[in-house]
Structures are given as structure tokens and as C-alpha cells.
């Protein structure tokens, strides 16, 4: 066990680094993945054929190919002109791929609210525009919380995908693998690395039923 505290004792500027980068990376995939996933969910419940089979096409594509397979796309397969650097490639990959989720997660929590309601805005002379934003996000937000909840912790944990892969972005992971290949303590610090995702993924599993406690109370 001294050797663990010896890793961590001298390298955790390494690891408080790759933590934070961490938190940065599931930060701004995060937001792309809420954009594109609002958009994506809007489209599959949108009274219009054509924008339903964009959706569809959308969910399918991006749910059933594998992430690491984006991450290549991304960072590999465009021309270097576009000049997509590592944190691009994988936040894109990472933020596209989790959009695909939440976009069903949204449209389920929109057929949670009912159709009648829907179609009862239509009548009353409403855009569909104008109900999405004032009939039905608002009901449908408290029922996505809980598996809103579940996909930030799933990302937290794809994200190490990304220190896996060949990108040069030094998170969580990535510092894990340099310091063992610096000290061959590979099990401690593999350790701290994982300790480090524990962190995270439990704080955010707090953060959401937090959250579903409050919008509980305001019911």
C-alpha cells in the first residue's frame, strides 16, 4: 500500500490536472449533446414525416456505431486543412454520440405529457414552436431528470474512451497511463485514475438527485 501513496505523493499534479481536463471534456460534450439532442428529439416528435426520418436516421447512425469508431472519424478521416485537433475530435464524438441518447430520452419525456395536451395548443391556435417551449418542455424536463442523470454519468465514464484512444488530450486516463509507464506501478495508478472517475460519477449521481428532490417539492 506505500507504493499507491508514493504514486499519488509524487505525481498528483498530474492527476488533478487530467481530473479537471476531465471535468472540461464531459463539460463541453455535455452542452453539444443537449443542442444537437433538443434538436434531434424536436425533429422526432415534429408533426412533419421528412424531419421524423431525419431524427430517426440521426438516433440510429449515432447509437449503434461504436465511440472510439467517432473518434477516428473525427480526428482521422477529414482533410487536415479542416484542421480538427484532438479536443475537437472528441468532444464532437463524445457530444454527438451522448445527443443520440438524449434525444430519445426527450422525446419519451414529451409522450409522457400526453397527446391530448398537444393537440389541444394546436387548437387553440399555438405554433408548434410555441407548445414545445411552453406546453410541453416544462412537463416533460421533471420526468428526463433521472435518465438525464444516467447519460452524464455514462459520459463521464466514455470519456476515458477518449484517454484511451490516440487523441493527445491528458485527462483522467491518459495521466494514469503516463505515470505508469513513468514509475511501472501500473496498479496504483490505475488506481488513482480510477478514484478520480469514482469522484465524478458519484458527485453528479448527489447533483441529480438533488435535483430531483427540489423539483419533487415544487410539485
Request: proline share 4%; with cysteine.
Amino acid at each position: 500500500m506505500g507504493e499507491f501513496w508514493e504514486v499519488l505523493r509524487q505525481h498528483l499534479p498530474e492527476f488533478l490536472s487530467g481530473f479537471f481536463i476531465t471535468c472540461r471534456l464531459v463539460a463541453i460534450s455535455f452542452v453539444i449533446a443537449v443542442v444537437v439532442g433538443t434538436i434531434i428529439a424536436a425533429f422526432r416528435v415534429a408533426p412533419v414525416k421528412w424531419l421524423q426520418r431525419i431524427g430517426g436516421i440521426y438516433v440510429e447512425t449515432f447509437r449503434n456505431i461504436p465511440l472510439l469508431v467517432l473518434i477516428f472519424i473525427f480526428y482521422f478521416g477529414f482533410p487536415e486543412t479542416l484542421n480538427i485537433g484532438p479536443w475537437l475530435a472528441g468532444t464532437m464524438a463524445l457530444g454527438l454520440y451522448t445527443a443520440a441518447y438524449i434525444a430519445e430520452t426527450l422525446r419519451s419525456g414529451v409522450f409522457a405529457v400526453g397527446k391530448g395536451q398537444i393537440d389541444a395548443a394546436l387548437s387553440l391556435g399555438l405554433t408548434y414552436r410555441e407548445t414545445l417551449q411552453k406546453i410541453i418542455l416544462p412537463q416533460s424536463f421533471r420526468t428526463v431528470i433521472p435518465p438525464l442523470g444516467n447519460l452524464i454519468i455514462a459520459m463521464i465514464k466514455n470519456s476515458a474512451i477518449i484517454g484511451a484512444s490516440a487523441l493527445a488530450i491528458p485527462d483522467l486516463l491518459k495521466s494514469g497511463r503516463i505515470v505508469a509507464a513513468q514509475t511501472a506501478q501500473t496498479l496504483a495508478s490505475f488506481f488513482w485514475a480510477a478514484l478520480g472517475y469514482l469522484i465524478l460519477t458519484i458527485t453528479a449521481t448527489l447533483v441529480v438527485r438533488s435535483l430531483e428532490k427540489r423539483l419533487a417539492i415544487r410539485r
